[in-house]
């Protein structure tokens, strides 16, 4: 079983729907939870943080569950921009904040 | 500017030529990373360092090596590249405990 869990998509929905992400992760040592964004063959770029109260970065909402060790990502008002693959990321504690990748969730956004 | 720099961007080469790819951030981060990137598999970790002169295998460490003498930088050294190493090779750097921020990535291909 991967260590963390996504739907791979491709999510296709219109211009100004909204949309939501899952992921699922095992590791019950998880500490910091993160969504990041990639755009095709370019880095991943951190989107935002996920904190157990949820917290709202303008349309982007997440939301951490840590007792069913669930992650989501709530997108409103989709645009042609959001287009991109979100990539769950979790880090694992111990010396080394080591982060484990989804393998990511492909959404494509059309008019 | 805040970032990561990797080079080449682009890299042709043939099966058992040594190559090294450069990485150097400067942000004054202890951490450091390599990720390599393969369709369905996502981001997967080659090696790590938690500072100068410390380093240690992720998940995929076989064929590769890395070195830290200087914080700011971290290369990727393919002593006898394999095809089976193409890939989309990332390095990232973060402070303890915070997000990493990513190179724009070198595409390989072993001929």
């Known amino acids: 079983r991967k260590e963390v869990e996504q739907d791979p998509g491709p999510f296709n929905v219109p211009e100004g729907a909204t949309v939501a992400f899952n992921c699922t992760y095992s590791?019950?040592?998880?500490?910091?939870f993160f969504w990041y964004r990639q755009d095709c063959r370019k880095e991943p770029k951190l989107l935002m943080s996920?904190?157990?109260s949820g917290n709202e970065d303008g349309r982007f909402t997440a939301q951490l569950n840590r007792a069913s060790q669930y992650i989501s990502l709530l997108i409103r008002d989709s645009k042609l921009s959001d287009s991109a693959t979100y990539l769950c990321?979790?880090?694992?504690?111990?010396?080394?904040?080591?982060?484990?990748f989804g393998a990511g969730t492909r959404l494509a956004v059309h008019p | 500017e805040a970032q990561v720099t990797q080079n080449p961007r682009y890299l042709i080469t043939v099966t058992g030529k040594k190559l090294t790819v450069t990485c150097s951030q400067n942000?004054?981060?202890?951490?450091m990373s390599w990720y390599r990137q393969d369709p369905g598999l996502g981001l997967r970790q080659i090696y790590y360092?938690?500072?100068?002169?410390?380093?240690d295998k992720g998940d995929v460490p076989e064929g590769y090596k890395v070195s830290r003498k200087e914080k700011r930088n971290f290369p990727l050294i393919l002593e006898s590249p394999s095809p089976n190493q193409t890939s989309l090779y990332f390095c990232?750097?973060?402070?303890?405990?915070?997000?990493?921020?990513f190179g724009s990535g070198t595409r390989l291909t072993v001929v």
């Open positions: 990321v979790v880090i694992i504690s111990g010396g080394y904040n080591k982060l484990i």
């Open positions: 360092s938690m500072n100068v002169e410390v380093t």
């Open positions: 996920v904190y157990s």
């Open positions: 590791n019950s040592a998880s500490q910091s």
């Open positions: 942000m004054n981060h202890e951490y």
């Open positions: 990232a750097s973060s402070p303890p405990g915070g997000g990493y921020t």
